[in-house]
């Protein structure tokens, strides 16, 4: 039953197409057009969730290509797998959370000027275990886990896109949507880091999108082009640091039924396909919430916004994404090589999913007023905090049996370390 609770919460386009259908009938819709709103919005969603799982798919491929060509050991900032660990033995708490959470969101998107309501269920999931981990490593009984937990959660999916909100506006155009992905700190920080640059650098527009190429580089303007040549690049590199280090067998196993050395070809070229699916789910879904978001929020919870996840933006700054992905990935090796320096007992590896959605949205918050260096400034940055800051809770995690992988994000890290001090505190006093 729990099981197939959070599977049905954790249906993101199960989520919005019940927005959808509620905002149409409010909107006294004919039958047909809430029937074609409604699915439309899901199909959209569906077309996104596509996207994202093909690139998430081919960006671990290019991980484990990667650390293992490279020989790269030690804990992977990858949250699924910590997410996966922390349900098997914690599942019914961290649903609990999850449904209190999301209650209270909606609670507070009502009642105060917090108007985010987040709609991105495997994230509010994901940081719902982070919580529900740090309570029960505190010592405190399952009750006080799900209360404390889902009223922090849910004021966390109400106020953090507020964070991410005045670069929304100006990257959108409009005050539509809200960035609904647990990493608003980091963009919000990327975003100032940018707009710091843009200052000092005299940024007048986002030059990262403007940038003039001559002649056959000019080719590099269309952005699916210039992605799957970029991810080709990335693919041989650790292709061939596998053949040369003499891990074929890994390749190999990879490639299946491909010719090993067409196999980053043909990876970097699916890349850019999933990257394509994406930005149409993206722009079909959004066009529809957005439009029956209207009414919930004249209706139930003026001015609400919805809360969406991160590839949501990047159709408004594509090239800034590739610049953050790259700026990302590099201040991880940064963060990891900092930890080799300073004999860190774990060292955490950056995983190439994390950078290429958290990371490439850093780019584009930082590229918003502070063009391709503050894309490229603000995501190192962002970066090296992806990697770093879960060495913090990395210990009461680790107590717990969550030792093998690590949530990376930078809110569920602040939040949660913030909430670990306080309850130390506590227990020091009493």
């Known amino acids: 039953m729990i099981e197939a609770l959070l599977g049905q919460i954790r249906n993101t386009a199960l989520i919005v197409g019940t927005i959808a259908f509620i905002g149409l009938l409010l909107q006294k819709k004919k039958s047909s057009e809430v029937i074609s709103g409604t699915m439309k919005t899901i199909i959209g969603f569906m077309i996104f969730s596509i996207g994202s799982s093909s690139l998430g798919a081919i960006v671990n491929n290019f991980t484990k290509l990667f650390n293992t060509g490279f020989s790269i050991a030690g804990v992977t900032t990858q949250v699924e797998v910590a997410t996966a660990l922390a349900l098997d033995t914690y599942g019914t708490v961290v649903a609990l959370v999850l449904v209190l959470g999301f209650i209270v969101n909606l609670l507070v998107a009502k009642f105060t000027p917090f108007k985010a309501i987040f709609l991105t269920g495997q994230h509010f999931l994901y940081f719902a275990c982070v919580l529900a981990l740090v309570l029960v490593a505190g010592g405190l009984n399952e009750f006080v886990v799900v209360i404390v937990g889902g009223i922090l959660l849910g004021l966390a999916g109400a106020i953090l896109p507020t964070l991410c909100q005045p670069f929304m506006n100006k990257l959108t155009g409009s005050d539509d949507i809200a960035m609904g992905h647990f990493n608003c700190i980091g963009y919000a920080f990327s ?155 774990v060292i955490m590896i950056p995983a190439a999913g994390i950078c290429f959605f958290s990371g490439g949205t850093s780019g584009v918050f930082g590229s918003v007023y502070g063009g391709y260096k503050g894309a490229l400034l603000g995501s190192f940055l962002v970066g090296i905090g992806l990697v770093c800051l879960p060495l913090i809770l990395y210990p009461a995690f680790a107590q717990l049996g969550i030792a093998t992988a690590s949530f990376p994000n930078v809110d569920y890290n602040i939040v949660g370390s913030i909430l670990h001090w306080i309850i130390q505190l506590i227990k020091g006093v009493f």
């Open 191 to 345: 975003g100032y880091v940018g707009k710091f640059v843009g200052k000092i650098s005299n940024v007048k527009e986002n030059d990262s999108e403007n940038i003039k190429l001559p002649g056959f580089l000019s080719l590099f303007r269309d952005f699916i082009f210039s992605v799957a040549v970029f991810m080709v690049v990335l693919f041989y590199v650790a292709v061939i640091a596998c053949v040369v280090n003499g891990h074929m067998d890994v390749v190999k196993e990879l490639a299946k039924n491909d010719i090993w050395f067409i196999y980053p070809l043909l990876q970097g070229l699916q890349f850019a396909a999933g990257m394509s699916v994406l930005i149409y789910g993206v722009r079909q879904f959004i066009a529809e919430i957005t439009a029956a978001f209207v009414a919930i929020s004249e209706k139930y919870i003026p001015n609400s916004k919805p809360a969406v996840d991160c590839p949501a933006v990047f159709p408004y700054a594509p090239v800034s994404v590739v610049l953050g992905f790259v700026g990302s990935f590099v201040g991880g090796l940064f963060g990891m090589a900092l930890m080799i320096i300073f004999k860190s007992p």
